[in-house]
T-cell receptor, first 119, second 112 residues
Framework: DAGVIQSPRHEVTEMGQEVTLRCKPISGHNSLFWYRQTMMRGLELLIY????????DSGMPEDRFSAKMPNASFSTLKIQPSEPRDSAVYFCASRERLRQGAASTGELFFGEGSRLTVL | GEDVEQSLFLSVREGDSSVINCTYT??????LYWYKQEPGAGLQLLTYIFSNMDMKQDQRLTVLLNKKDKHLSLRIADTQTGDSAIYFC????????????FGQGTELSVKP
């Protein structure tokens, strides 16, 4: 398996523009997470999905941010309009189904990240 | 709410042991993890411990868990320059669908 695939790897845009980040999770994984990493705040959980359904979006900064998972193999994180303070590395991660009592470590597999710079 | 805290920096000499500490708040956590992030890359699982264990050893890595104090530590024996990276502690909140909360990360610098 190729692992979690994110695109673009780097994006530079101007304030006010729409940004769409994409993620393809590992095949067979049923949970998908979006994180944001900055020097100031570390790694913040933005939203996560189980079986394509958003479970907790309390980390989404504001209405300018939205995330979708239309099917098990694709998710997007959209920022509209973008602002300079959105500059960060955005990570997508996926995980197989957690099974109580089974040998499931709950390990998250991360993509390489999308580095966003908003000027 | 859930919170995971770590010190931000640690510097050691090559060959010494490194100890990275972490505290967490959620007592329902079933799994606790250590992830490693190398420059320009995503995080990778280094090791994990079940909440019913006190210690886990894996080659140069030793994880200690004190559930009473909600304290987790990672010891790296014979630290090498290749161990220089950011190390994240994380807890999995099982009663919230396995939501994974990370600490700020500890940047380990290994000097030759």
């Amino acid at each position: 398996d190729a692992g979690v695939i994110q695109s673009p790897r780097h994006e530079v845009t101007e304030m006010g523009q729409e940004v769409t980040l994409r993620c393809k999770p590992i095949s067979g994984h049923n949970s998908l997470f979006w994180y944001r990493q900055t020097m100031m705040r570390g790694l913040e959980l933005l939203i996560y999905f189980n079986n394509n359904v958003p479970i907790d979006d309390s980390g989404m900064p504001e209405d300018r941010f939205s995330a979708k998972m239309p099917n098990a193999s694709f998710s997007t994180l959209k920022i509209q309009p973008s602002e300079p303070r959105d500059s960060a590395v955005y990570f997508c991660a996926s995980r197989e189904r957690l099974r109580q009592g089974a040998a499931s470590t709950g390990e998250l597999f991360f993509g390489e990240g999308s580095r966003l710079t908003v000027l | 709410g859930e919170d995971v805290e770590q010190s931000l920096f640690l510097s050691v000499r090559e060959g010494d042991s490194s100890v990275i500490n972490c505290t967490y708040t959620d007592s329902s956590s079933t799994y606790l993890y250590w992830y490693k992030q190398e420059p320009g890359a995503g995080l990778q699982l280094l090791t994990y411990i079940f909440s019913n264990m006190d210690m886990k050893q894996d080659q140069r890595l030793t994880v200690l868990l004190n559930k009473k104090d909600k304290h987790l530590s990672l010891r790296i024996a014979d630290t090498q320059t290749g161990d220089s990276a950011i190390y994240f502690c994380a807890e999995s909140v099982y009663n919230q669908g396995g939501k994974l909360i990370f600490g700020q990360g500890t940047e380990l610098s290994v000097k030759p």
